[in-house]
């Protein structure tokens, strides 16, 4: 069994990194820890697990966490890299926050001063579907951020044939903003509503860039959305393609790439957010506007799961040489 521990387990992405853990056969929920409601059962703060988990939330304390074979860190980003400059190397990280999934240049542009620069090189972007070699070996995973994770899944299938220029248009549900308090993420703000923000300045934009730069050179702009529901995520991107391809040739390159990924799901009919919340799964297809030649992808993902904490387990399960699905066949919640 696998001894593992959860910082920040009062947050959205702890609570959905416990319900996954609590099921997953070869895993022993150790360690439970946050910053406030210390000596509290998890059950006082999420009333949905009475029963089901009403252990111990613990101060956060490294000695603890260091006799551990794997530490999610569900902490924002600045808060974690505090925990891993001391921890990295007495037990496998994975660290949901931005804080290791930029080089320092240009985490300290759209974040702050870094704290340990010199362990961003130790760091796997935890993207299974690229890095699944690297992930084997790491010993500090950077989950990527949510809207990340559905554009770069959508393009990358399909770079060495589209222009350098590619437009991401995205939408979140609130969710993804986390549990602090915030007036613009009132319900009587978001219901009925529908808006762009942080617009050609938004962190998963370098994010983005960076990481399918290092595949193909490209120049991304990303424009992010706030749907009034809970969760998902829905990217539409826009790419002009270099020559002229047909939409059976592009269907047969997108399911080519993804033959063997069972969390990404290939359909000709346009994904939709209610089939995928509450899984792993990521939902992609495309449509071709043949006047203009541009390549019109649309990808969806559950922003707390593919787009945070079952990313992060499916992460684990390959850094320890488990079955990639262990844990991970959930069911949707909608019909
Ligand atoms: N929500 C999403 O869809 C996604 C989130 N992420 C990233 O995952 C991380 C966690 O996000 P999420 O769960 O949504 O965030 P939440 O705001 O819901 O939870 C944050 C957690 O961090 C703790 N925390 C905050 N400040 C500190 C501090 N100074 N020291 C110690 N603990 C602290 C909070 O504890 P307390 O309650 O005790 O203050 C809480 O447990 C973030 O980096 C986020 O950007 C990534 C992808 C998607
Ligand atoms: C709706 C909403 O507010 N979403 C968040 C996405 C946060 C996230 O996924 O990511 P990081 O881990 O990169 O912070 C935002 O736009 O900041």
């Known amino acids: 069994m696998l001894r593992v521990g959860i910082v ?84 496998r990280i ?43 070996k790491a010993k500090l995973i950077a989950n990527p951020g949510c809207y990340a994770t559905a554009s770069i899944l959508a393009i990358l299938p399909f770079l060495d044939i589209v222009e350098s220029d590619v437009i991401i248009d995205a939408k979140s549900g609130v969710s993804g903003a986390g549990k602090s308090l915030r007036e613009d993420l009132l319900f009587s703000e978001v219901e009925s509503s529908f808006k762009a923000y942080s617009v050609a300045k938004h962190r998963h934009q370098p994010e983005i860039e960076y990481t399918l730069s290092l595949v ?61 919340s509450g899984t792993n799964f990521c939902d992609i297809s495309f449509a071709l506007d043949k006047d203009n030649n541009r390549l019109i992808i649309v990808s969806v993902i559950d922003n707390l799961l593919k787009g945070a904490s079952s990313q992060a387990l499916q992460n684990m399960n390959i850094m320890f040489g488990l079955k990639e699905e262990e844990g991970l066949k959930l069911k949707p919640y909608y019909p």
């Open 216 to 276: 193909e050179p490209v120049k991304v702009t990303f424009v992010p959305h706030l749907l009034p529901i809970n969760r998902g995520i829905l990217a539409t991107v826009y790419a002009k393609l270099k020559g002229f391809f047909d939409e059976s040739y592009l269907f047969e390159k997108l399911e080519k790439f993804y033959r063997n990924e069972f969390f990404i799901r290939v359909s000709k009919s346009l994904p939709q957010i209610n089939n995928i």
């Open 94 to 136: 994975i660290d949901l926050s931005a804080d290791f999934r930029l080089p320092k240049d240009l985490y300290e542009k759209w974040y702050k001063p870094h704290l340990c620069p010199n362990l961003i090189k130790e760091a796997v972007y935890g993207l299974p579907e690229l890095n699944r070699e690297k992930i084997k």
């Open 8 to 91: 920040g387990v009062s947050g959205f992405t702890g609570l959905e990194l416990v319900k996954l853990l609590l099921h997953h056969p070869l895993v022993e929920i150790d360690y439970l820890s946050a910053r406030s409601h210390v000596g509290q059962p998890l059950s006082d703060i999420f009333p949905s697990l009475k029963n089901i988990c009403d252990k111990i939330i613990e101060p956060i304390d490294e000695n603890r966490l260091s006799k551990l074979d794997v530490v999610f860190l569900a902490l924002p980003h600045g808060i974690s890299m505090e925990f891993v400059c001391k921890l990295f190397g007495k037990v």
